[in-house]
């Protein structure tokens, strides 16, 4: 599942994303969640797709929350490729964060 938090009321995106933690927290109630936090501004891709791939030994469903990851260019081509590798998976919640306005395009770009 997918989610974009955007625009320039930080308040108000943070307050949604404590929401969201908050119900994804309740659905894992039976199972292990994870909660992963990215900053693309100081980590890389590569970073990224070792958290996704690497595993807990005792968790079954991952939250990840990726801060940035639609300003870096680069960063956005190889997110909509791996977003079509994520296609089917229903247990991992994708959040993207973005402190500032994003253009429709991108996001056009990444709907699957």
Known sequence: MLFFLYGEDSFRSRQKLREL???FQKKS??????FVFLDFGKE????FLDK???????ADRKLLVLEGALSDPSVS???????????GNDKDVLVFFEKE????????????
């Not at 890389?44 to 970073?47: I, N």
């Open 21 to 23: 933690m908050l119900e």
């Open 29 to 34: 109630l039976n199972a292990t969640a994870v």
């Open 44 to 47: 890389s891709f590569e970073s």
């Open 52 to 58: 996704t791939r690497s595993q807990s030994l005792f």
């Open 77 to 87: 081509q190889k997110m909509t490729t791996f977003l079509k590798l994520l296609k």
């Open 101 to 112: 306005n994003v253009e429709a395009r991108y996001l056009n770009d990444w709907m699957i």
